[in-house]
């Protein structure tokens, strides 16, 4: 960082301040850290959240609802597990391949016989399936006997395999075209949905906003940010003001995080592009808000020309509004 006077107003100093680039791979590193606390923290706030949940009467009595379905279809267990995974399970009281099979077809078999949760055909559509289903080297599982598809004699994890598959690819969706089921489930997942994007606003405020705002005010640091001394900077090599930070902070969420949830990451990966291909290595809302992101392990930030001339000994003021105190842009 150096500094030196204007020959042209006696009465101001124009002060020149050069900062290095945040090298990419440090970047890199403090987005990881900084996604790792969010991650870790909406986690725990969503976990603490879902054991508390059950006590609720309005969720229990939706919970307890589409739980009774499921009981009721013979696809699941009271326990919450579906069939396949409940045989499998360890203490289960099915010990191997053949008599977990044997569970699972029968629970399969009853389950097309109600038609109260699949329709009038779909029996038919199981048996169509059973007589084209082979073991991967081309021999069938069933052959017709007495006019009726019955299991050949051949290893029984093929079997277990055919009706996991159709438990999965078929059984559970007749399922979920029963309304009730439906509309318990499809409330389970918007209120979850609902926790995890609550959980994550908050703490993306606290780790993106507050603690750059007030705990580490030089440079706008994140955590990650101030593990890895970096700091972010305006055109005139001064801290971003609250408001331009919050205007910052107010378009990454809408863009990086809301958006990103309904395209795919796609806005994350077109910033993540810019900062990689642009010339002073700017993401998106560095490029638009006009903030470098720079290394400060030997330097500082400032909030004003003056805090910076009182440090240094410099003791006329530099306005900031007549662009006296810049950034050299061929340092960043």
């Not at 081309?138 to 009706?163: A, I, Q």
């Not at 640091?221 to 001064?238: D, N, P, Q």
């Not at 990966?269 to 006009?290: A, I, K, R």
Request: charged share 25%; proline share 4%.
């Amino acid at each position: 960082m150096d500094s030196s006077p204007a020959n042209s107003n006696p009465k101001k100093e124009t002060i020149k301040v050069a900062y290095h680039k945040a090298k990419l791979h440090r970047r890199v590193l403090c987005f990881l850290v900084d996604l790792f606390f969010l991650f870790l923290l909406t986690g725990i706030s969503f976990a603490v959240a879902n054991s508390l949940l059950p006590n609720a009467p309005f969720y229990s009595a939706v919970l307890e609802k589409r739980n009774s379905l499921q009981v009721d279809s013979g696809l699941y267990e009271t326990s919450g597990l579906d069939i396949v995974a409940f045989a499998k399970q360890d203490g289960s009281p099915y010990t191997n391949d053949a008599e977990r099979k044997d569970f699972v077809s029968s629970r399969l078999n009853d389950f097309y016989t109600v038609h109260k949760y699949c329709p009038v055909d779909a029996a038919a559509k199981y048996e169509q399936r059973k007589a084209t289903a082979d073991n991967g080297a081309g021999v069938t599982l069933f052959e017709m006997k007495d006019g009726k598809l019955v299991e050949r004699n051949l290893n029984p994890t093929f079997f277990l395999n055919f009706y996991e598959k159709e438990l999965k690819n078929h059984a559970m969706s007749y399922l979920f075209q029963v309304d009730e089921y439906f509309a318990t489930t499809r409330f389970i997942f918007l209120f979850t949905s609902g926790e995890i994007l609550v959980f994550g606003t908050v703490f993306f405020a606290i780790l993106y906003l507050v603690i750059p705002l007030w705990v580490f005010p030089k440079g706008r640091k994140t955590l990650g940010r101030a593990i890895f001394r970096i700091g972010i900077v305006t055109r005139h090599a001064l801290v971003p003001s609250k408001g331009k930070y919050a205007l910052r902070w107010l378009f990454e969420y809408a863009f990086l995080v809301l958006l990103d949830f309904f395209a795919f990451l796609i806005p994350l990966f077109v910033s993540t592009g810019m900062l990689f291909l642009s010339e002073n290595q700017q993401n998106l809302p560095d490029y638009l808000f006009g903030h470098y992101q720079v290394d400060i392990t030997d330097d500082d930030v400032y909030s004003d020309p003056s805090e910076y001339a009182n440090r240094k000994g410099v003791h006329d003021r530099s306005l900031l509004e007549d662009k006296d105190f810049e950034i050299k842009q061929n340092h960043i």
